[in-house]
C-alpha cells in the first residue's frame, strides 16, 4: 500500500504540506481508566526508540486515523495520547548547489534550452499531529492539548507543559535524526513511550445509541457531546441518566481542560427535556434544553449564570443532526481557499483539473498559474497502489515548477 511506502511522509513548510489527520472519535475516548492503565494493558509494549520504520510498522488500530497511536507516562507521571507522523521538510532558502537533479523537472538555461532543474533535498521532522496529556491527580483533567507541532533534530518536547523544551529541563521526547537506527523518537529520562497492538478498552466502543423513532425516553440523552453556549464556552459534556431520571457526568472545558461534575434532571412530564448544572469551583451553569426529536443528534436550550440568560446547543458525538444527505461535515479550511489546482497521478500519467498531461505540459502550465497568481497550490491526488517513485517524480515536477503548498489525498 502507498501509505505503508511513504512510511507516513507529509511534505512540509515551504516545500511540500499533508493534510491534517482528520479527528477520530476513538482517540477522544482514549482517556480515564483506559488510558491510565496502559501499562497494565497486555496489548502494551514499552519502547526505548522508535525509528521512522518502526512507526511505518504499527498497526493502525483507530479506523479513524492512519497516524501511529502512542501512550506516554511523563517524567511527572501524566499520561499522554498521541498522534505522530514522519515528515520531510525542505530547508528555508536552499539554492540550487544543496539539491540533487529531479527527474522529469526541467528548466530553461542561458540559451533557452530545457535542461534537468535541481530541486533541494529535504530533511527529516516528525509531527505531533494532536497530543492531549491528563492529570494523574484528576484523570478526567486535561493538562496539556496541542497539534501540529513539528520536532526538528534534537529538539526536546516536555508533555506536561506541551512545550519544546531545552536539554534538562523536563522533556519527556525527543527526536533525532543521526546516529544508529536513523530518525527515530526516544523517550528521555523516566518517561515511557508505549504502542499497542490494538485500541484500549473503551475507545473502540460506539457512543451509546439513542432509541429508533420520535419518541424521546430518558435514556436517550445519554452520551457524549459537543457543547457551546453564547460564543463563550465550549466542551466536552458527558451525560448519563439513572432509572429515576436523574443526570449525573462530567463537564470538561476548552478553555483550560479542567473537568467539573454535573448533576441534572430529565423532564417528569416531558422525557424530551432536560435540566442540568455544570459546578465549577466558585459558580456554577444551569442548562435547560430540549434534545431533537428527529434523529436525537443534538439539543439547543438555555443556561443561566449570575441570573443572566444565554443559549447554548449541543451536538451528539457519532450522530446525524440534519436531514438524511444533509448533514454538514468538518469543514476544510483549505477548501475555502482560492488558486487550487488538482493534480492526479496514476502509473506515472498526470491530470491537472481532469485533464490528462505530460511532465512538460504539467509543469508549464503549473507555472504559469504561479506567475499569475503566487498563491496557487495543488491537491495532488494519489491511489493506495501508486509506487513511491511515481509520486516523489510527481512531487519533484509540482516543486519545480515553483509551488510551495502541495496537499496529499486519496485518488481514485
Do not use: C
Not at 491534517?20 to 502494551?44: P, S, Y
Amino acid at each position: 500500500m502507498l501509505r505503508d511506502r511513504l512510511a507516513g511522509l507529509a511534505l512540509l513548510g515551504l516545500g511540500l504540506t499533508a493534510l491534517a489527520t482528520a479527528r477520530g472519535d476513538e482517540f477522544e475516548r482514549i482517556e480515564g481508566d483506559a488510558l491510565f492503565g496502559v501499562a497494565r494493558n497486555a496489548d502494551a509494549k514499552a519502547r526505548k526508540a522508535l525509528t521512522l520504520g518502526d512507526l511505518d510498522a504499527l498497526p493502525t488500530i483507530l479506523r479513524d486515523s492512519r497516524s501511529p497511536l502512542l501512550l506516554v507516562k511523563t517524567d511527572q507521571g501524566n499520561v499522554a495520547r498521541l498522534l505522530v507522523s514522519p515528515a520531510l521538510r525542505k530547508p528555508q532558502g536552499s539554492g540550487e548547489a544543496m539539491g540533487a537533479m529531479s527527474k522529469g523537472a526541467m528548466k530553461k538555461d542561458a540559451k533557452g534550452k530545457d535542461t534537468p532543474a535541481m530541486v533541494a533535498a529535504p530533511f527529516p521532522v516528525l509531527v505531533l499531529e494532536r497530543f492531549d496529556t491528563f492529570d494523574a491527580s484528576n484523570r478526567s483533567s486535561r493538562l496539556v492539548h496541542g497539534k501540529d507541532l513539528i520536532l526538528f533534530d534534537g529538539f526536546h518536547f516536555d508533555l506536561d507543559s506541551g512545550q519544546v523544551v531545552p536539554e534538562g529541563q523536563g522533556g519527556d521526547l525527543q527526536f533525532l535524526v543521526k546516529g544508529e537506527g536513523g530518525p527515530r523518537l526516544v523517550p528521555v529520562g523516566n518517561a515511557v513511550v508505549y504502542t499497542l497492538a490494538k485500541p484500549p478498552a473503551g475507545a473502540a466502543q460506539g457512543a451509546p445509541r439513542p432509541s429508533p423513532g420520535r419518541l424521546v425516553v430518558p435514556t436517550d440523552f445519554n452520551g457524549r457531546y459537543r457543547l457551546f453556549a453564547n460564543g463563550q464556552w465550549s466542551g466536552t459534556l458527558d451525560l448519563s441518566v439513572a432509572e429515576d431520571k436523574t443526570v449525573t457526568g462530567r463537564f470538561r472545558s476548552d478553555l483550560n481542560g479542567a473537568s467539573y461534575p454535573i448533576e441534572g434532571q430529565v423532564g417528569t412530564e416531558s422525557a424530551q427535556k432536560i435540566a442540568f448544572r455544570i459546578k465549577f469551583p466558585r459558580a456554577h451553569q444551569d442548562y435547560e434544553g430540549l434534545l431533537w426529536t428527529e434523529g436525537k443528534g443534538a439539543m439547543a436550550g438555555t443556561l443561566t449564570m449570575l441570573d443572566r440568560a444565554y443559549g447554548f446547543f449541543a451536538v451528539r458525538e457519532g450522530a446525524r443532526y440534519a436531514p438524511e444527505g444533509e448533514d454538514l461535515g468538518p469543514l476544510e479550511k483549505a477548501s475555502s481557499r482560492p488558486n487550487r489546482k488538482t493534480v492526479s497521478v496514476h502509473k506515472g500519467q498526470y491530470t491537472l483539473d481532469g485533464k490528462p498531461q505530460t511532465d512538460q505540459e504539467l509543469s508549464d502550465a503549473l507555472k504559469r498559474a504561479v506567475a499569475a497568481e503566487s498563491g496557487t497550490w495543488v491537491v495532488l491526488q494519489v491511489p493506495e497502489d501508486e509506487s513511491f517513485a511515481d509520486v516523489r517524480r510527481a512531487l519533484d515536477v509540482i516543486n519545480a515548477a515553483g509551488v510551495v503548498t502541495v496537499r496529499l489525498a486519496p485518488g481514485d
